[in-house]
């Protein structure tokens, strides 16, 4: 399967923990989107890279949230000290520069914080 | 701020009806994009228009994109079971960059 992956598909953890996500583009693709996404809502943006750097964060994204994408492969999105309104389904996708914005997601991350 | 306002929220049809959900918004999109979400899965993309104007077709699934890029819709005809999810608009303001999405289209339909 050459689709975006993410791991963990859950993560569980109690509050005041550190958690982390990794997400798996398409290998072609540049571009690297995080959103989160609660019930009943649609996803909102949280941070892009294209390659290595990061270009767009959102206000969403606290000081607790930091993401890196260090080769411009993989990306990994880091929440610390965790509160229970983290509580929510994690998206990566993925993009290529020079298509029409399109973006394909992975299956997510959903994290419950106890 | 941009957003999306997707009607309506939820929907309940029986199987071989019509239905069509729609997007809308004061602010222009460089594209949209259509996704359909099932529960603890990511959303899967159905279609991009790019063309104020627009109309791609997927099976029985209709896109539009509206003449000033400002809103668009889905239609469905002769629905199915199978058709049942969560249906997600999302526009793009600038190349490359984010997508805001509208709130979702609650889709069942009952056999």
């Known amino acids: 399967d050459t689709g975006v992956s993410q791991n963990p598909r859950h993560k569980i953890t109690k509050r005041g923990q550190n958690v982390t996500f990794r997400c798996d583009p398409i290998s072609e693709h540049n571009r690297l989107y995080w959103y989160r996404q609660t019930l009943g809502q649609g996803p909102e943006f949280l941070t892009y890279?294209?390659?290595?750097?990061?270009?767009?964060k959102s206000r969403l994204l606290s000081d607790r949230f930091s993401a890196e994408r260090p080769k411009g492969s993989f990306s990994t999105l880091e929440i610390q000290r965790t509160e229970q309104g983290d509580s929510a389904m994690y998206l990566c996708a993925s993009g290529a520069s020079g298509n029409t914005d399109t973006q394909y997601f992975g299956p997510g991350t959903r994290l419950t914080v106890l | 701020t941009q957003l999306l306002e997707q009607s309506p929220q939820f929907l309940s049809i029986q199987e071989g009806e019509n239905l069509t959900v729609y997007c809308n918004s004061s602010s222009v999109f460089s594209s949209l994009q259509w996704y359909r979400q099932e529960p603890g899965e990511g959303p899967v993309l159905l279609v991009t228009v790019v063309t104020g104007g627009e109309v791609k077709k997927l099976k029985r699934l209709t896109f539009q994109f509206g003449d000033a890029r400002k809103d668009s819709s889905l239609h469905i005809t002769a629905a199915q079971p199978g058709d049942t999810g969560l249906y997600l608009c999302?526009?793009?303001?600038?190349?490359?960059?984010?997508?805001?999405f509208g709130q979702g289209t609650e889709l069942s339909v009952k056999p």
């Open positions: 999302a526009g793009a303001s600038n190349q490359g960059g984010k997508l805001i």
């Open positions: 890279f294209q390659n290595e750097a990061q270009l767009e």
